[in-house]
């Protein structure tokens, strides 16, 4: 994935060193604003990067007596309120911010950390919430050709 990654750099940074920032920033905008949004499907879908189905939750016990409903994941997540998008004439990039980029961290890594102010430790497991796929990836070089194609 990282070799594509930046073989897809390596040719659209010969193109957009051509452009000027104020055409770069747009193309940037733009291509930002539609990785936010394939991201935010592909979580709502629950889908790691590669495709595969996110692991499942884990059962939870309640007192409270009666049918306890499995939720989907990461639900709120998935909203531009926490999930931005970020450009300038040099790059573009999407990820978390505020409490939200810790809760995604601590998935997307599988890292070990606690539900609850003082709550026992909880070893999470691995759901990559970012991360690009061949279609995303496709995405980018497309909307470039398209840009450039129009100036």
């Given amino acids: 994935m990282s070799d594509d990654l930046q073989a897809l750099e390596d040719w659209a940074g ?3 060193n051509r452009l000027d920032p104020k055409e770069r920033r747009q193309i940037s905008q733009s291509l930002a604003r539609d990785l936010r949004r394939s991201q935010q499907q592909r979580i709502k879908a629950q889908q790691n990067p590669d495709g595969t189905a996110y692991a499942p939750r884990k059962k939870q016990l309640r ?3 009666g049918r306890i409903r499995q939720r989907k994941m990461f639900t709120g997540l998935s909203k531009a309120k926490f999930l931005k998008a970020s450009s300038n004439a040099n790059g573009f ?3 978390f911010v505020g409490r939200t980029a810790w809760i995604a961290r601590v998935h997307q890594r599988g890292l070990r950390d606690s539900a609850a102010k003082g709550g026992p430790k909880i070893d999470y497991t691995q759901r990559r919430l970012l991360g690009l796929t061949k279609a ?3 995405m980018i070089r497309d909307g470039l050709l ?3 194609g129009g100036v």
Avoid: T
Wanted: hydrophobic letters at 45%.
């Fill in 93 to 95: 990039s999407v990820g």
């Fill in 63 to 65: 007192s409270k007596a």
């Fill in 136 to 138: 995303e990836l496709n």
């Fill in 146 to 148: 398209n840009h450039l």
């Fill in 14 to 16: 010969a193109l957009l």
